[in-house]
C-alpha cells in the first residue's frame, strides 16, 4: 500500500512541477492579468510595486534572478522600461524572454496607442515618444491584452492549453460585465476636467469622456517646476478644471499646493493593482478608480 502511494506521488510530482509558467511581469496589473488568466498553473512576480515608478527603477540581481528562471516576460512595451528591461534581459541571459521570442509579451502591441507620433524626440525630456504607455487605465485595454495574453500562454503551455483557454472566457465574461457597471456609474464624469501630475491617465480619460485640462508636469517625465506650477494658478484660479489626480508613487506637495490656491481636489488613484488598500486586483482597481473620482466630483 505504501509502496504503491510513493510510486504515485513520484509520478505526478514532476508534472506537477512542469504545469507551472513562470511570469515575470514589469508591472502588477499584468501579474495580475496572468493570475486571472492562468490561475493554479501560473506563478507570476512583478518587477514593480505600485508604489514605485515604472518608468525608473534599478535592475537589481533579485530581479535578474526572476528573469532568469521565467517562461514569460509581460510588461506593457512602448518605452515604459526602456530605462532597465534591456539591461534586465541582458543580464538574466534567458533566451526563451528574449524580444521576438514567444516568452516575450508586450501589451502595448494589442492596444490603439495615444499620442503616438513618428518623431521619437526624446530632447525635450518627454519620455513617451513611442506614445502614451499607460494604457492599463482603460478596462478595453486589459480586454484587448487578456485576449492576446491567453493566446501565449496556451502556447508556451500547450498541455493545459484548454484551462487557459476556459479561464480566459471566464474572465472575459465577468470582465465585460464589470467594465458596463463602471461605465454606468462614471456617466456622471463625462465632461468633468481632469489637471494629471503625470500623463498617466490619458486611456482612462478617453473612455470616460474626461477632458483633460494640463498637466503638472510641463513635459513627461520632468517634474513640476515652480515656473509652471505658478503658471497653472494662474490659467486656472478662475475654474477651467474639476479635480488634480496623482499616482501612489507621486510627491504629493505638488498637488496639494496647486490644489490649495485653485480651490478643487487633489485625488489619488491607484495607477495599478496595490495602489491603494482597496485596489487589490485588477476589478476593486477599477472599482476604486471610480469611486474616487465620483466623490472628488460630487464634492465640487
Ligand atoms: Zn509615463
Same mark, same amino acid.
Given at each position: 500500500m505504501f509502496r504503491t502511494f510513493s510510486v504515485l506521488l513520484f509520478a505526478i510530482a514532476p508534472a506537477l512541477a512542469s504545469a507551472d509558467l513562470r511570469v515575470f511581469a514589469c508591472e502588477p496589473e499584468w501579474a495580475a492579468l496572468a493570475a486571472e488568466i492562468g490561475g493554479e498553473l501560473v506563478s507570476a512576480h512583478s518587477a514593480t510595486t505600485a508604489l514605485q515608478d515604472p518608468h525608473y527603477i534599478q535592475a537589481r540581481p533579485s530581479l535578474i534572478a526572476h528573469v532568469r528562471r521565467a517562461d514569460l516576460v509581460v510588461c506593457s512595451g512602448a518605452g515604459l522600461e526602456i530605462g532597465w528591461l534591456p539591461a534586465l534581459l541582458q543580464k538574466a541571459n534567458n533566451r526563451d524572454v528574449m524580444p521576438g521570442k514567444d516568452g516575450y509579451f508586450e501589451a502595448s502591441r494589442y492596444v490603439l496607442r495615444a499620442g503616438q507620433t513618428d518623431s521619437m524626440d526624446r530632447s525635450q525630456g518627454d519620455i513617451h515618444p513611442e506614445g502614451n504607455p499607460h494604457i492599463q487605465t482603460n478596462p478595453h485595454n486589459i480586454a484587448a491584452v487578456a485576449s492576446a495574453l491567453g493566446k501565449r500562454m496556451a502556447i508556451l503551455d500547450a498541455a493545459n492549453s484548454e484551462t487557459y483557454e476556459a479561464n480566459l472566457n471566464d474572465f472575459l465574461g465577468r470582465w465585460s460585465a464589470a467594465t458596463k457597471a463602471w461605465e454606468e456609474q462614471a456617466r456622471p464624469l463625462r465632461g468633468a476636467r481632469a489637471i494629471t501630475h503625470h500623463k498617466s491617465w490619458v486611456y482612462l480619460e478617453q473612455w470616460l469622456g474626461i477632458e483633460e485640462a494640463a498637466n503638472l508636469e510641463a513635459v513627461p517625465g520632468v517634474p513640476p517646476t515652480a515656473t509652471h506650477l505658478g503658471r497653472l494658478t494662474s490659467q486656472f484660479k478662475d475654474g477651467g478644471a474639476d479635480f488634480i489626480v496623482r499616482s501612489?508613487?507621486? +510627491?504629493a506637495r505638488a498637488s496639494e499646493w496647486l490644489s490649495a490656491r485653485i480651490g478643487i481636489d487633489a485625488i489619488l488613484l491607484p495607477? !495599478?493593482? =496595490? =495602489? !491603494? +488598500?482597496?485596489?487589490? +486586483?485588477l476589478f476593486s482597481m477599477f472599482d476604486d478608480i471610480i469611486a474616487r473620482l465620483l466623490e472628488a466630483h460630487a464634492g465640487e
Open positions: 501612489p508613487y507621486q +510627491d495607477l !495599478t493593482v =496595490g =495602489g !491603494t +488598500d482597496r485596489a487589490q +486586483d
